[in-house]
């Protein structure tokens, strides 16, 4: 059984930094892509960054030159380490698994056969 739990979530100001993480069982994170959507209240989901099986990467523009995407294999957990955080940014995000082996530049929610329960992020003006 496949298992994506997120954690790091938080309330912060803007400007300010969180690092969530993406603790998986039951799947090897450089099997396929994996990565990170948001959602806020009212919005579709949407996308934030990827990581392939290759560890190339993907970002909305909207995160680009804030946002990491990275993982550490050994611990099979994946990170986003979140830096400059705007009030645009809240939303629960949530950690996704597929088993294509690339993301491309703009993957589909359909892509995904895994899904984590989600962690807040709360940014403040």
């Known amino acids: 059984e496949v298992r994506l739990e997120e954690s790091g979530g938080g309330s912060v100001q803007a400007g300010g930094s969180l690092r969530l993480s993406c603790a998986a069982s039951?799947?090897?994170?450089?099997?396929?892509?994996m990565g990170w959507f948001r959602q806020a209240p009212g919005k579709e989901r949407e996308r934030v960054a990827f990581a392939s099986a290759d560890a190339s990467t993907t970002y909305a523009d909207s995160v680009k030159d804030r946002f990491t995407i990275s993982k550490d294999n050994a611990k099979n957990t994946l990170y986003l380490q979140m830096n400059s955080l705007k009030p645009e940014d809240t939303a629960m995000y949530y950690c996704?698994?597929?088993?294509?082996?690339?993301?491309?530049?703009?993957?589909?929610?359909?892509?995904?056969?895994?899904w984590g329960q989600g962690t807040q992020v709360t940014v403040s003006s």
């Open positions: 996704a698994a597929g088993t294509i082996l690339f993301c491309g530049r703009t993957p589909s929610l359909y892509d995904f056969t895994y």
């Open positions: 039951g799947y090897i994170l450089s099997a396929g892509c």
